[in-house]
């Protein structure tokens, strides 16, 4: 599997948000024990950074910023991407930037916390709890 985190269930972890944190961190230990192979956006890279820069100051923002990028590939976002999600009729722009830079990746699938802004897509999408349960459904390897 091979799935594209969405910007709020990184954040979950990162900033321990009661009670979505448990299911994004046990996604992100799937991540790291290469159960599932887990893609970032790159636009998700750079508003992480700022959010957590904010929270935390930038030298914290960054150590989190080089773990994340040693555990995740990078869905690349460039023209071609943002002129793809114009085209696909959501609500919401940046759910289709995602969406898009995800499929380009090669990717399975997308974990958010809110599915309902991918309906038109044409991914699978996971929440995040529906991801973990997918994961410990898988033959160990």
């Known amino acids: 599997m091979r799935i594209l985190f969405d910007t709020n269930v990184v954040l979950d ?10 299911s994004a ?39 989190h910023i080089e773990t994340l990028l040693s555990l995740f590939d990078v869905a690349p976002v460039g023209r071609e991407v943002l002129a793809a999600a114009l085209s696909l009729g959501f609500r919401d722009y940046e759910d289709a930037v995602l969406h898009e830079a995800a499929r380009q ?31 410990a459904a898988l033959p160990a390897a």
């Open 13 to 22: 972890v990162l900033r321990n948000r009661m009670p979505h944190a448990e």
């Open 25 to 63: 961190a046990r996604l992100l230990v799937s991540v790291e024990r290469k159960q599932i192979e887990g893609l970032l956006s790159a636009t998700t890279i750079t508003t992480l950074h700022y959010l957590i820069a904010k929270a935390v100051g930038s030298t914290r923002a960054r150590r």
């Open 105 to 135: 990746a090669g990717a399975t699938g997308i974990v958010t916390r809110d599915p309902r802004g991918f309906t038109k897509g044409r991914m699978r999408v996971y929440e995040p709890s529906e991801l973990v349960k997918a994961v």
